[in-house]
C-alpha cells in the first residue's frame, strides 16, 4: 500500500516557538493532502485541506495564521504551528490522497506527531 | 447532514470470537466507506472500504457490510485475536468532496487472550 511519513516523529518545545512538521507522500503524487488533530481518545478532527500549488482550505474554527500550511510539491506538505502553546499540545496527523476519481481517493494517513508545548 | 455516528464506543471480545462496529450515515450523497484501524501512538491505517454498488466485502477475517437503505454499514471481524485490539474508525466521503473524509467516534476494542 502506499505509505505517508511524517516528521517530526514527537516534538518537544517551548511556549513561544514555532515547530514545523512534514509530511511526505514516498511512493505516491499526492495531489491533495489532509492535516488532522486528534486528542486522546477522541476521534481525527480535520483542520485542513490543501492542494498542491494552491493554498490550504482550513476548516471552520482554525486559525490559519497560527496553522500555517504548505504543499509546495506533490509528495511534500507541512504544517507550521506557530507561537506555539501549551493548548495546541496534541497529535497532530497527516493524510494523503491522490485524489481525482473514484479509484484514487483512498486517504493515507502519516505515522503521526506528539506536539509537546511546554 | 455530514455525521456519521458510530457505535459501541467501546467493545470487549473474547479470543476467537466475532467482533462487530456499527456506523450510520446521513448524507445519501456518500459512495465511498472506509474503515481505519488505529494502534496507540500511531497514525489510522487503511483496514478494508467499500463503494455503496455491493452489500458486502470481505477481506481475510473483515467483512464490511453495507445497507443502503438503511444507510448504515458495519465491520466484522471473524476469529478476533489480542493483537486485533485498537481502535476502529469508519468513515464516509462523496467523491466530489476531494476525498474529504467525515469520521465516526471511533470504537475501542480489546480481545481478551
Known amino acids: 500500500g502506499a505509505v505517508v511519513s511524517q516528521h517530526p516523529s514527537r516534538v518537544i518545545c517551548k511556549s513561544g516557538t514555532s515547530v514545523k512538521i512534514e509530511c511526505r507522500s514516498l511512493d505516491f503524487q499526492a495531489t491533495t493532502m489532509f492535516w488532522y488533530r486528534q486528542f486522546p481518545k477522541k476521534s481525527l478532527m480535520l483542520m485542513a485541506t490543501?492542494?498542491?500549488?494552491?493554498?490550504?482550505?482550513?476548516e471552520q474554527g482554525v486559525e490559519k495564521d497560527k496553522f500555517l500550511i504548505n504543499h509546495a510539491s506533490l509528495t511534500l506538505s507541512t504544517l507550521t504551528v506557530t507561537s506555539a502553546h501549551p493548548e495546541d499540545s496534541s497529535f497532530y496527523i497527516c493524510s494523503a490522497s491522490e485524489g481525482g476519481s473514484w479509484n484514487t481517493d483512498t486517504q493515507y494517513f502519516g505515522p503521526g506527531t506528539r506536539l509537546t508545548v511546554l | 447532514q455530514q455525521q456519521v455516528k458510530q457505535s459501541p464506543q467501546s467493545l470487549i471480545v473474547q479470543k476467537g470470537g466475532i467482533s462487530i462496529i456499527n456506523c450510520a450515515y446521513e448524507?445519501?450523497?456518500?459512495?465511498?466507506f472506509p474503515w481505519y484501524q488505529q494502534f496507540p501512538g500511531k497514525g489510522p491505517a487503511l483496514l478494508i472500504a467499500i463503494r455503496p454498488d455491493v452489500s458486502e466485502k470481505k477481506e481475510g477475517r473483515f467483512t464490511i457490510s453495507f445497507n443502503k437503505s438503511a444507510k448504515q454499514f458495519s465491520l466484522h471481524i471473524m476469529d478476533s485475536q489480542p493483537g486485533d485490539s485498537a481502535t476502529y474508525f469508519c468513515a464516509a466521503s462523496k467523491e466530489t468532496s476531494g476525498s474529504r473524509l467525515t469520521f465516526g467516534e471511533g470504537t475501542q476494542l480489546t480481545v481478551n487472550p
Open positions: 448524507n445519501t450523497a456518500f459512495d465511498y
Open positions: 490543501s492542494n498542491e500549488g494552491s493554498k490550504a482550505t482550513y
